[in-house]
T-cell receptor, first 116, second 115 residues
């Protein structure tokens, strides 16, 4: 295991539902990330947090709302999603963020989201 | 600009035969390159990374990759495939020119290993 856990592992929700994805890292890292992995597309970076402060919002629609209450936990709140939002959502963490090669990212197993 | 091209979307090999997964990169700076592996229902696991030290990088599970600047390539190899190597592999370049150090992922290569 990588030291990054995600819950739930699978989620099915309707377009009018509100749900949240949770990520927890046990590595003592300071940076956390949300990625979207869709079929046949490269991983897309969604959000980056460093020491609980958002440092990147990669043009993500407002129906995705991240929250980072502390350096170990990261949430992704979902509301009024569209079917095209169905994907695997991956959380990652790293010791820090920036161009240093020391900041390797460690990934969780992902949440498989299906929007009906 | 940074980008990664994985030249094969699928590779099939027999168990015990060599593995070659091809990756070409584009980077405006001296690149940092990575290979990640993703097994079914699992997250991405770092196999190895190139950080401008040795051009031949050894990783976990017997994998290695060679950085060739003249060819802008970073191909992943293994001398003898094992059934447990069946997974999806991602070549990744890090944007060392930005404060964020964003990762750029290839589209992945699905490796199938036949018994």
């Amino acid at each position: 295991e990588t030291g990054v856990t995600q819950t739930p592992r699978h989620l099915v929700m309707g377009m009018t539902n509100k749900k949240s994805l949770k990520c927890e890292q046990h590595l003592g890292h300071n940076a956390m990330y949300w990625y979207k992995q869709s079929a046949k597309k490269p991983l897309e970076l969604m959000f980056v947090y460093s020491l609980e402060e958002r440092v990147e919002n990669n043009s993500v629609p407002s129906r995705f709302s991240p929250e980072c209450p502390n350096s170990s936990h990261l949430f992704l709140h979902l509301h009024t999603l569209q079917p095209e939002d169905s994907a695997l959502y991956l959380c990652a963490s790293s010791q820090g963020f920036g161009p240093s090669t020391s900041y390797e990212q460690y990934f969780g197993p992902g949440t498989r989201l299906t929007v009906t | 600009a940074q980008s990664v091209t994985q030249l094969d979307s699928h590779v099939s090999v027999s168990e015990g035969t060599p593995v070659l997964l091809r990756c070409n990169y584009s980077s405006s700076y001296s690149p940092s390159l990575f290979w990640y592996v993703q097994h079914p229902n699992k997250g991405l696991q770092l196999l190895l990374k190139y950080t401008s030290a040795a051009t031949l990088v050894k990783g976990i599970n017997g994998f290695e990759a060679e950085f060739k600047k003249s060819e802008t390539s970073f191909h992943l190899t293994k001398p003898s495939a094992h059934m447990s190597d069946a997974a999806e592999y991602f070549c990744v370049v890090k944007d060392r020119g930005s404060t964020l150090g964003r990762l750029y992922f290839g589209r992945g290569t699905q490796l199938t290993v036949w018994p």
